[in-house]
């Protein structure tokens, strides 16, 4: 079978090896679709090492079909079923674990880091993830969409954080294929207003599309543009989808009093410093979240909205690439043209 391996940085061969062995609980997926993300990005070029583990096969977002098991399969999967794999393994054990953020587990183990991940034809899912429902059967949806779902339930995590499910008004700051997964959870969650900033009229566009009422370019009158939108009152609830302090900094004059703020995008190193007032934060009670990745039960539930058609997000997958050509299929989402790129072994 073919893999991506990464060896360090800017170092990716395709390699034929054998099919991964199967221990006593492990099933092996067939890789249907695996999408580059921009930690991908940042891992390949080498400005993201924690928690990765070279040589390493890279790919978080990814789908596929149970082939093979040495075992009884759990939470009632079958031979043949197509599943959305959860990435995360973690301890259970640790502080956060018991205080339910397995997400943020520091002994987790991840597919795409310390383990394996779908930039491959086939893949190897340990017992421990098969037992710990990692595997969500979606049966009936396109493999793009199905690997849709762990990028999507990232977003859901950060929106919950900030209670986006109760608010008035959302404002999506970036629309990037994650700014543009908020906005249609924004609306399958029932939000009233929706508004989006982003610099390119052509994502502006996607973005009117995906459900937002009111789209904007940055400028001297975005903020006004805001208030006048909410008559007066501002977004209860903002997400900053991309990593620029200056994307963040103009629009806190925009926020509702007791407004939340997800920090959604992470922010390169150096370059990761925000300019807040203390008193403004004080006392307006604005609280600013962090959110990493996702529970098992955020990618429960947006499977659930994916696969019953709620959420439609199969035309955010805008190029597939062959494995043969994944450094390709990395520079072409690093190039912006495209929303998410996908890796297959059939094409």
């Given amino acids: 079978m073919k893999q991506a391996v990464l060896s360090g940085p800017l170092n990716m061969q ?42 390493t096969v890279m790919g978080h977002e990814f789908a596929g079909t149970i082939v ?10 079958a031979m043949g079923d197509q599943v959305a794999v959860y990435p995360l393994v973690p301890c259970m054990k640790c502080v956060a674990c018991i205080r339910g953020k397995a997400n943020i587990c520091r002994n987790r183990v991840a597919f795409g880091y310390q383990l394996p991940g779908g930039f491959a034809e086939y893949v190897r899912v340990p017992a421990a993830a098969v037992q710990a429902g990692n595997l969500v059967e979606v049966n009936g949806i396109t493999p793009d969409s199905a690997a849709l779902i762990e990028p999507l339930s990232c977003a859901y995590n950060g929106l919950k954080l900030i209670d986006a499910p109760q608010a008035h008004a959302l404002l999506v700051v970036g629309c990037g294929p994650l700014g543009l997964m908020h906005i249609r959870l924004g609306v399958a969650l029932g939000i009233p207003q929706i508004i989006a900033v982003d610099p ?20 001297p009158e975005t903020v006004s543009s805001i208030r006048e939108f909410t008559e007066g009152a501002g977004v209860d609830a903002m997400v900053v989808a991309v990593g620029r302090a ?45 959110s990493s990745s996702c529970h098992l039960s955020d990618f429960e539930y947006v499977a659930s909205l994916v ?4 959420l439609n997000v199969d035309d955010l997958v805008t190029a597939r ?27």
Avoid: W
């Fill in 68 to 77: 093979a098991t040495n075992g009884v399969l759990a939470h009632g999967l």
């Fill in 246 to 290: 200056d994307a963040f900094e103009p629009y806190l004059d925009a926020l509702a009093p007791g407004a939340k703020v997800n920090l959604f995008a992470g922010f390169p190193t150096g370059e990761d410093t925000l300019r807040v007032s203390a008193n403004d934060v004080h006392y307006n009670e604005y609280s600013l979240i962090g």
């Fill in 200 to 219: 390119s009229p052509e994502r502006l566009e996607i973005a009117a599309a995906s459900g937002a009422q009111l789209t904007l370019a940055p400028s």
């Fill in 321 to 347: 690439m062959s494995i043969d050509d994944t450094v390709g299929a990395i520079e072409a989402a690093k190039a912006g043209q495209n929303l998410r790129v996908s890796v297959t072994a059939g094409k």
């Fill in 307 to 310: 696969s019953s058609g709620t």
């Fill in 14 to 55: 395709i390699l034929n090896v054998d099919i991964p062995f199967l221990e006593p609980g492990d099933c092996l997926l067939r890789v249907e679709s695996a999408l580059v993300c921009g930690t991908d990005i940042r891992i390949y070029e080498g400005k993201k090492k924690k928690n990765v583990s070279y040589p």
